[in-house]
C-alpha cells in the first residue's frame, strides 16, 4: 500500500487524504510537545519553509507513547506548537505509531511489509517519502532537520 491511499485525521479534526500529497515529497515525523528532541520543531518548520516552494511538506503526526510525553488534546498542541515554535507545516491528530492499535499510516512506514520495518523508537524518528507515495529513507530521532544527509536526500528528491 502507499501513502496516498490513506485517510487521516487532521488536527483540526477532519479527515484528509494523503492523496492531497501526492507529487510532494514528504517527511513525516511523529512529535511530542514535551521531550527534549521537541525543540526540533523550529529545525522542521525551516525545512518546511525553505523547500515548501519546491513541492516539498513535514507532516506531524502527535503521539504519546514514548515516556508520555505530549499528554495534550490536539487543541492544546496546535497552540503549543505555533505559540512557541510557529510551526505552519500539517499537523494531525495524536496518533500511535507502535503497538496492537498503530494507526494505518505507521503500519505502511514501519510493518512488516514496510521498507523499512521496525518500531519506532522514539519521537522525532523521520520517513522521507517520495512523489509517488513510497517510503525512501527512515532516519533516528537523533537525527536532527539540518543534518547533511537528511537534506541532500531531500534536494535530491526534489530535483
Avoid at 16 to 37: F, P
Avoid at 43 to 70: H, I, M, R, S, T
Avoid at 133 to 139: D, H, N, Q, T, Y
Wanted: hydrophobic share 35%.
Amino acid at each position: 500500500m502507499n501513502i496516498h491511499q490513506i485517510e487521516m485525521k487532521n488536527i483540526s479534526g477532519e479527515i484528509q487524504s494523503l492523496n492531497s500529497y501526492k507529487g510532494k515529497t514528504i517527511l513525516i515525523v511523529n512529535v511530542a510537545s514535551a521531550c527534549g528532541l521537541t525543540p526540533q520543531y523550529k529545525g522542521l518548520e525551516e525545512l518546511f519553509q525553505k523547500y515548501k516552494d519546491q513541492g516539498f511538506v513535514v507532516l506531524g503526526f502527535p503521539c504519546n507513547q514514548f515516556g508520555a510525553q505530549e499528554p495534550g488534546s490536539d487543541a492544546e498542541i496546535i497552540q503549543f506548537c505555533s505559540t512557541e515554535y510557529s510551526v505552519t507545516f500539517p499537523m494531525y491528530s495524536k496518533v500511535e505509531v507502535n503497538g496492537e492499535n498503530k494507526c494505518d499510516l505507521y503500519k505502511v512506514l514501519s510493518g512488516n511489509e514496510a521498507k523499512f520495518p521496525g518500531d519506532v523508537t522514539w519521537n522525532f524518528e523521520k520517513f522521507l517519502i517520495n512523489s509517488t507515495g513510497e517510503v525512501i529513507a527512515r532516519f533516528s530521532p537523533k537525527t536532527t532537520p539540518d543534518d547533511a544527509e537528511l537534506i541532500a536526500k531531500i534536494e535530491a528528491e526534489l530535483n
